[in-house]
């Protein structure tokens, strides 16, 4: 069965730190690979999208890397800010079958002042 | 603002009835996408369609339907609402420059989104 799995669950750091989300995904084979911000009852928004022939993705002080040997994902954030804390979800597209879209149950990030 | 704008906000309705929600894209973009938030299911996708005609369907259920009209607005229309339909709906649009290739697909742009509560 296609999954995407994301951990951690919840995330809480300070302001001006790093972090790193997680994605592993058993999707074979993709196409792409998408990473989201999505604030609280608000549209996600997208930060990265890689194809599977993609290391790694930059926009601003996200960074998304992919490993397809061992099917995973990570999102490194840098420098957190207080606008940072939200959920992060992570989207693999099969190239074939029913579901185009396979989305992760996210990441809550919540960054202190 | 993402430019997608979807209508109304907030729909509160009884089980058994039937719902409209609307979505306009972004000017430009060709491919609407319905998806569907829920507390217990997450984020899950609905169903695109590209410039008129249905592209991909994914866990959609029967009893919804939607279509994309000429101008490129789109329109999902929910029936015999049950509880468990209670969810945020958003609507994504996007160039889709990528086509039918599902090897390369452009941004896609989420409205607000509508919270239905069925009662």
């Known amino acids: 069965k296609n999954q995407v799995e994301q951990s951690p669950q919840s995330l809480i750091i300070l302001e001006g730190k790093n972090c790193t989300l997680q994605c592993n995904y058993t999707v074979s084979p993709f196409s792409n690979l998408r990473w989201y911000k999505q604030d609280t009852g608000r549209g996600p928004v997208s930060l990265t999208i890689m194809t599977f022939s993609e290391n790694t993705k930059s926009n601003g002080r996200y960074t998304a890397t992919l490993d397809a040997d061992t099917k995973q994902s990570s999102l490194h954030i840098t420098a957190s800010q207080l606008s940072d804390s939200a959920s992060y979800i992570c989207v693999v597209s099969p190239t074939s079958g029913t579901y185009k879209y396979i989305f992760g149950t996210g990441t809550r990030l919540k960054v202190l002042a | 603002d993402s430019g997608v704008t979807q209508t109304p906000k907030h729909l509160i309705t009884a089980t058994g009835q039937r719902v409209t929600l609307r979505c306009s894209p972004r000017?430009?973009?060709?491919?609407v996408y319905w998806y569907q938030q829920s507390l217990d299911q997450g984020l899950q996708f609905l169903i695109q369609?590209?410039?008129?005609?249905?592209?991909a369907k994914g866990n959609i259920l029967e009893r919804f339907s939607a279509q994309q009209f000429p101008d490129l607005h789109s329109e999902l229309n929910l029936s015999s609402l049950e509880l468990g339909d209670s969810a945020l709906y958003f609507c994504a649009s996007s160039v889709d420059r990528g086509g039918t290739s599902g090897r390369w697909e452009e941004t896609q742009y989420f409205g607000p989104g509508t919270r239905l509560l069925v009662l």
């Open positions: 000017s430009g973009d060709l491919s």
């Open positions: 369609y590209y410039n008129g005609e249905e592209r």
